[in-house]
């Protein structure tokens, strides 16, 4: 700083330092710059390019005090950084480098580098109104041009999402959740289907137990966030807000089980998660609280599990198939991607084609033996042994509403399937002037009781102050499945007009069969809806069978399905090298930067050939998996 105090920053090469960064470590001012050419030699005796965190031991007259560490480093396991040059790399294991550190006499602290102040509302530009008090409606970004801008417009304009002013955290409107009480009640059914019961553990969790199980805690510890006060004092013993609930469940599972008849244990939870996460935070995709279900099962035998973990994520792929229109790619992590504390995961992957993004849709794990070990779940069987018990776990979160959003929405706005949209029809009246006004009226209205009756979800939107254009507009932006046009043409000729919002279709049908009418309609707006992105994701999986292929797809964007080896190693080096290399390619091109990871090895598989080998390193090849590049 201006004081020529020196800070050093060791930061991942895609965090961005943010300025209030600065405020929260001791400088004499904020307004903290790069070292200059003259300073890197007199204090770390090197030069511009080729600064290096080796170079710290070249500072004899301990100039720099302190290094600030990247939050994000604390759960990585390996480092890389340019020797000299970027002409090659080191990699170097974590806990060695902070060895290093120590032993060179430098003390070192983690930091969150990205922290910004509470946000304000970032769309107040957009919803001024106009001279006739009508929010502006449309969608100032294209999905195919700037797709998180166009997100943070649909979530606002179609009234999912409020900002708040704690950041991560976003507010559920009614239309969002109603959609999250539309899947509670399609999954809730279907896991009592299985004989799960809902329980209610508390939030709070003591360290000792949340710690109790070293190797799944330790790449999660940074994102836990603890209650250390109560009003103005201190807690004698802080307790951290639960990220995921085995650690609370677990101690009493241990208590509820002693014999074989104590088994199965199948419940489930509707709760809230705390994760202090530091990457950047998308509305329903990466918040730091959210909603979800988690499920917690424990049996005497691994079959018996086995079969709970594949019936979970079989009912979740269902969900995301039947109710949601959403189709997936069902399978297993690889050893890299699973939970830490499983002994295998399964999940469901989605993909955004105009972002080039994978998401995780859900995911259901068999934990094995490995959690009734460390809370010792031990049931005696039949012939009075002592077993640990076997168990699974399994959850759904708010994601979902964000992946709903991603996949099935365009340029005018918001796409709702229609099993979980709020209003299923709305009913427009169109007037000319004030011909057959009442009539007009009197018609919407018979239309809207016959549906009612049937138990369709609909609103007859009789506003007057607003034209049918701005209607239109306004429900499209909002998602709504079917629009019923009734002008004096339809009273006349005593039919309807519907107009299906995933494809502008327009049909008329005779008034006599309304309900039959518009339930046909929506039976087939769910299917259209399913097929199109269907239709997507399946043009967007490119098969690669060698490194070129391979980088040159990732590079449009794709999802790449390849013969693997399976081997964690192959994976890593994926990783690595497609990270540089697409950094190479994509010259500040935001949207094709990032390293690819699998994504599942899919339940799913194509024969693969017996000369098959691995895209990446030539081994035999002993799976197809699915790579790419995901949220
Ligand atoms: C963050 C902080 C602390 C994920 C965390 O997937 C712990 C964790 O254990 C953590 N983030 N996880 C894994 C959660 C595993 C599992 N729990 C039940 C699920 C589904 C529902």
Redesign the pocket.
């Known amino acids: 700083d201006k004081k020529k105090t020196y800070y050093y920053l060791i930061a991942l090469e895609d965090t961005k330092i943010n300025k209030d960064f600065w405020k929260t470590i001791n400088t004499t001012s904020n307004n903290v710059r790069f070292t200059n050419e003259e300073q890197l030699h007199e204090v770390l005796s090197t030069k511009k390019g080729s600064v290096n965190p080796f170079s710290l031991c070249n500072d004899s007259d301990k100039l720099i005090k302190k290094v600030y560490l990247d939050q994000k480093i604390n759960n990585l396991s390996y480092l890389s950084f340019h020797p000299m040059d970027n002409s090659s790399t080191i990699e170097i294991d974590k806990n060695s480098f902070l060895n290093f550190l120590t032993n060179i006499g430098i003390s070192y602290s983690y930091h969150n580098f990205e922290e910004t102040a509470p946000q304000e509302s970032k769309i107040t530009k957009t919803e001024e109104k106009n001279e006739k008090g009508e929010t502006k409606l449309k969608i100032e970004f294209k999905k195919t041009e700037n797709f998180s801008e166009w997100y943070s417009q649909v979530i606002i304009k179609a009234e999912l999402i409020e900002y708040y002013d704690v950041s991560g955290c976003y507010i559920l409107r009614p239309n969002s959740y109603f959609i999250w009480e539309s899947i509670q009640s399609y999954l809730d059914k279907k896991f009592k289907g299985q004989g799960v019961k809902n329980v209610y553990f508390p939030m709070f969790v003591r360290a000792k137990n949340l710690e109790s199980e070293k190797e799944?805690?330790e790449g999660?510890?940074a994102?836990?966030a603890w209650v250390t006060h109560y009003g103005k004092s201190k807690l004698n013993e802080p307790v951290a807000i639960r990220?995921?609930?085995?650690t609370i469940m677990y101690p009493t599972y241990s208590k509820w089980v002693k014999s074989h008849r104590d088994l199965p244990i199948l419940l489930n939870q509707w709760t809230n998660v705390v994760?202090w996460e530091f990457k950047h935070p998308t509305p329903f995709i990466r918040t730091r609280e959210f909603l979800?279900q988690?499920?917690?099962t424990a049996h005497k035998n691994k079959e018996e599990n086995d079969s709970m973990v594949h019936k979970m994520i079989d009912i979740y792929e269902e969900c995301y198939k039947d109710l949601l229109a959403i189709p997936t790619i069902k399978g297993v992590k690889s050893i890299n991607e699973k939970?830490a504390?499983a002994e295998y995961t399964t999940t469901c992957e989605t993909f955004i084609a105009e972002n080039g993004r994978a998401i995780q849709a859900c995911?259901s794990?068999s934990l094995g033996q490995n959690f009734s070990k460390i809370f010792n779940i031990v049931y005696e069987d039949e012939n009075k042994e002592k077993n640990f018990a076997w168990q699974s776990?399994?959850?759904f979160t708010t994601r979902s509403i964000g992946i709903i959003t991603m996949i099935h929405s365009d340029d005018q706005g918001l796409i709702l399937p229609y099993k979980v949209a709020h209003i299923q029809v709305v009913i427009v009246p169109i007037f000319v002037k004030e011909k057959l006004r009442s009539e007009i009226i009197d018609f919407c209205k018979r239309v809207e009781s016959e549906l009612i009756e049937a138990g369709v979800r609909v609103y007859f939107d009789n506003r007057d102050s607003y034209t049918s254009g701005f209607k239109f507009n306004d429900w499209e932006m909002k998602g709504i499945p079917l629009r019923i046009e009734i002008g004096p043409s339809e009273v006349q000729e005593k039919i309807f007009k519907t107009v299906r919002r995933v494809d502008s279709i327009k049909t008329s049908f005779s008034i006599d069969k309304i309900t039959e009418n518009v339930n046909n309609e929506l039976g087939k707006y769910h299917d259209i809806m399913y097929d199109k992105a269907y239709k997507k994701l399946h043009e967007n999986i490119i098969i690669a069978k060698n490194w070129t292929e391979f980088m040159s797809s990732l590079n449009k964007g794709k999802v790449l399905k390849t013969p693997w080896c399976e081997d964690q190693t192959c994976e890593d080096k994926v990783k690595e090298k497609s990270a540089i290399e697409s950094r190479q390619a994509s010259n500040e091109d935001k949207t094709l930067s990032g390293s690819a990871k699998t994504l599942c090895i899919p339940f799913k598989q194509d024969t693969l050939g017996c000369d098959d080998v691995c895209f990446h390193c030539d081994k035999k090849a002993s799976k197809y998996v699915i790579w790419g590049r995901s949220y």
């Open positions: 799944h805690v999660f510890s994102e836990v990220p995921t609930s085995e994760r979800w988690e499920g917690h939970f504390g995911t794990h776990s399994w959850g």
